[in-house]
C-alpha cells in the first residue's frame, strides 16, 4: 500500500513540456462536478424535458451539449485564460440563439437548450467563494421552475396543426361545421377552431390551420406546430 502511494506521489510530479500529468486534486473537482452537472442534465432533460415532447434526437443533443459546455467552461477557467473564456462564451451565446440550417427549433426547445447551458456554465464557473449549498440551490430552483411550468404549460397549451385539405367544397361559411366534423373525424384530435389559408382551385386544395388543446399522448403531432 505505501509503494502505491508513493506510485501515486510520483505521478503527480512527473511533467510533460511543462505540463502536469496529474493533479489529484484538481482531477477530482473536475469529474466530482461533471458528475454533478451530468445528474441535473439527465433529470432536466430525461424527466422533465423529454416525457413531454418524446423527442429523442433533442435527448441526444442536450445530454451532449451541457457536458461539452461544461468541460469547455471547467478547462478554460483552469487554464486562467479570462480572454479565451470570455470569447468562448461569446460563442456559446451566438449559438445559442441562431436556428440550424436544416430545421429551425422551436422556441420552447431553445428555451430548454438556454437553461441547460446556464445550468453547464453556473457549475463550471462556481469558485471557492460560492458553497455547495449556494450551487445547489441554483441546480435545483432551475429544475423546480421547469418542472411546474412544464405541468402548467400543458394544462393550458394550445398547438396548431396546418393541414393540406382536398374536399374545398367544405370550406364555405354554411358548411363551417361539416368542415370540423370531418376534420376531427379524419385527424383524431379535439378540433375547437380553425383558420382557412391559401386556396388552390387549380388543384383543388386548401391549407388549413387547425387549433386543438394537447395532451401528452399527442407529442408527436407536434413537430411541426406552432404554440400559442
Known amino acids: 500500500m ?19 500529468l496529474i493533479n489529484y486534486q ?10 454533478f452537472n451530468f445528474g441535473v442534465t439527465l433529470v432536466l432533460v430525461r424527466f422533465i424535458y423529454y416525457p413531454v415532447s418524446r423527442r429523442k434526437d433533442y435527448l441526444f443533443s442536450y445530454l451532449l451539449f451541457g457536458s461539452a ?17 470570455e470569447f ?12 440550424y440550417r436544416t430545421n429551425p427549433i ?9 437553461v441547460l447551458t446556464g445550468i453547464a456554465v453556473i457549475n463550471s464557473l462556481a469558485v471557492k467563494k460560492i458553497s455547495y449549498a449556494e450551487m445547489a440551490f441554483a441546480n435545483l430552483s432551475l429544475l423546480g421552475l421547469m418542472f411546474l411550468l412544464e405541468r402548467i404549460y400543458w394544462v393550458r397549451r394550445e398547438v396548431r396543426k396546418n393541414i393540406l385539405y382536398e374536399k374545398i367544397e367544405l370550406i364555405l361559411p354554411e358548411k363551417r361545421e361539416e368542415l ?3 376534420l376531427k373525424l379524419r385527424t383524431g384530435l379535439d378540433i375547437h377552431r380553425i ?7 387549380l388543384r383543388d386544395t386548401v391549407k388549413i390551420s387547425v387549433f386543438y388543446k394537447a395532451e401528452k399522448t399527442q407529442a408527436l403531432w407536434n413537430d411541426d406546430s406552432a404554440e400559442r
Open 2 to 20: 505505501d509503494h502505491l502511494c508513493s506510485l501515486l506521489l510520483d505521478l503527480e510530479a512527473v511533467r510533460f513540456f511543462g505540463i502536469k
Open 195 to 201: 383558420e382557412i389559408g391559401n386556396i388552390d382551385f
Open 106 to 114: 422551436p422556441i420552447k426547445e431553445m428555451t430548454y437548450l438556454f
Open 88 to 99: 468562448a462564451l461569446g460563442l456559446f451565446a451566438i449559438f445559442s440563439i441562431i436556428r
Open 180 to 182: 370540423l366534423a370531418d
Open 69 to 85: 459546455i461544461f468541460l469547455l467552461c471547467h478547462i478554460l477557467l483552469s487554464a486562467g485564460d479570462k480572454l479565451n473564456f
Open 26 to 35: 484538481d482531477f477530482g473537482q473536475l469529474v466530482a462536478r461533471f458528475i
